[in-house]
């Protein structure tokens, strides 16, 4: 049976992919309060066959699992959405509602690419009678980089044999190993109060512990490895300058290419911490509060995904969508897009058409963080991009989000499951694929996964 077949499944989704692209867009809901989002998938699933396992430990979140036996394949899909990012699809700022959220990281276009990616793989297993199991995550609250951890400590990824995984970007990409690993922790100063201009002696001030400790950390910074990134944000609460404040706390994010790097980083902020309580005669509390952990190398995934973005129907795009992606474009400056041109290799570009090569990713690798590493560790798993925003544009801003509910974006999701469903059938019809990415999943285990996740249980 040749592939095409699995991409003309595809291509019978386009009403499909367009309905839920322009509905989670204009429903953007941020991390822990994706139910209307959550909800929409579960109905098209449902609709479409599939079986829907839910858990009363997370409303938002849940897997749809249609055919049987082997192989497993788990498709990750994402919706949630960012604070203070509400965007229309057009090419300037321009709020749908001020101060709302909007889909800044293109998540509608992630999860209605890995619907259409599971519908066609499942309507490939079905037409052709084929043994293999298809699931549909549900991945709520990647951008508090916590869904899939939550997921992970639930078993709900139990079963599965691979998962297939991608990310709207503006450029066409694998990922063999990338993102960093992370770690969230708050430290809470107490002190003692007291007037700050008649007896200031008798006070022991939180704040100047929380401002000894940041000055501490950012000596350390020239010590410690440098693809590691330490950054914090301080609250005083509204304590007024005239009060010795008893209470502060700052919140850090200490990030390095490998969770072991991450923890060794902590546990030297963590000696700063308490050598900035001993300096101000307070106390701190130290709360690690979750952690994500970077991708886990698979090459063999990766060669499989990297065939399927080259074997892909090619996209194009209109003379107006070419129009508006330039006008998103000139909103960066210029300096940013030339050298994100020299980068990808490409002149006067405005949307990135062609794959780049197979091993790209080392030159630009990924100094975010995501969830989805935590899955890498669970079992094989393939990651790539699509070109859905301008060349120069970054996750995060309005240009992605105006980019994420317009049809450059929904062309790139299009591509996206297209290289999806090409995966699913290569790995339901060649066991051979799946054994030698487990293979090398069981060889490769020399680091040992542990979930980093309090207050969850
Ligand atoms: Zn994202």
Request: charged fraction near 20%; include cysteine.
């Amino acid at each position: 049976m040749a592939k095409e077949e699995i991409f003309q499944e595809v291509d019978q989704l386009k009403e499909v992919l367009h309905k839920s692209v322009k509905t989670i867009f204009a429903h953007p809901e941020t991390g822990g309060k994706e139910i209307f989002s959550a909800n929409y998938f579960r109905s098209e699933l449902e609709k479409e066959g599939f079986t829907i396992h839910n858990t009363d430990k997370m409303e938002h979140t849940f897997y749809a699992e249609y055919g049987q036996g082997k192989p497993v394949i788990a498709i990750l899909g994402e919706y949630d959405a960012l604070p203070g990012l509400s965007q229309k699809p057009c090419g300037h700022k321009e709020a749908v509602e001020e101060g709302q959220p909007g889909h800044g990281c293109g998540h509608n276009l992630l999860g209605s690419a890995a619907l259409v990616g599971a519908i066609a793989s499942k309507r490939y297993l079905e037409k052709n009678k084929k043994t293999g199991t298809i699931r549909f995550y549900g991945c709520p609250e990647e951008e508090l980089l916590s869904g899939k951890v939550k997921m992970i400590r639930l078993g709900m990824f139990d079963g599965c044999d691979l998962a297939l995984s991608w990310h709207p970007m503006d450029f066409n990409c694998t990922f063999e190993e990338s993102y960093l690993a992370n770690v969230s922790v708050r430290f809470v100063f107490h002190g003692k109060t007291a007037h700050a201009a008649v007896a200031p002696w008798q006070g022991r001030s939180a704040l100047d512990a929380v401002e000894l400790m940041n000055v501490g950390v950012n000596y350390l910074r020239e010590h410690i490895i440098d693809s590691a990134r330490v950054h914090y944000s301080t609250s005083c609460g509204d304590t007024p300058p005239n009060v010795v404040p008893d209470l502060a706390s700052s919140w850090y994010f200490i990030r390095a290419p490998h969770m072991a790097d991450v923890l060794s980083i902590l546990e030297r902020v963590k000696k700063v911490a308490q050598g900035a309580a001993m300096m101000t005669e307070t106390s701190v509390d130290i709360d690690v509060e979750y952690g994500c952990w970077e991708m886990k190398r698979s090459k063999s995934m990766t060669d499989v995904c990297f065939e399927n973005l080259q074997a892909a129907p090619s996209i194009e795009f209109t003379e107006d969508e070419l129009e508006f992606a330039k006008a998103l474009q000139a909103t960066l400056s210029p300096q940013t897009v030339a050298s994100k041109e020299a980068l990808y290799g490409v002149k006067d570009c405005a949307m990135a058409i062609e794959t780049s090569d197979r091993d790209f990713w080392q030159r630009c690798y990924m100094t975010a963080s995501t969830d989805t590493g935590d899955v890498s560790y669970q079992m094989p798993m393939s990651a790539f991009t699509t070109s859905c925003w301008p060349v120069g544009v970054v996750p995060h801003t309005w240009q992605a989000a105006a980019g994420s509910g317009a049809s450059i974006g929904e062309k790139g999701a299009l591509h996206a499951a297209y290289v999806l469903a090409g995966q699913a059938f290569d790995f339901l019809n060649h066991p051979e694929l799946v054994e030698k990415a487990q293979k090398e999943f069981d060889a490769n285990q020399s680091i040992q996964y542990q979930s980093i996740l309090n207050h969850f249980e």
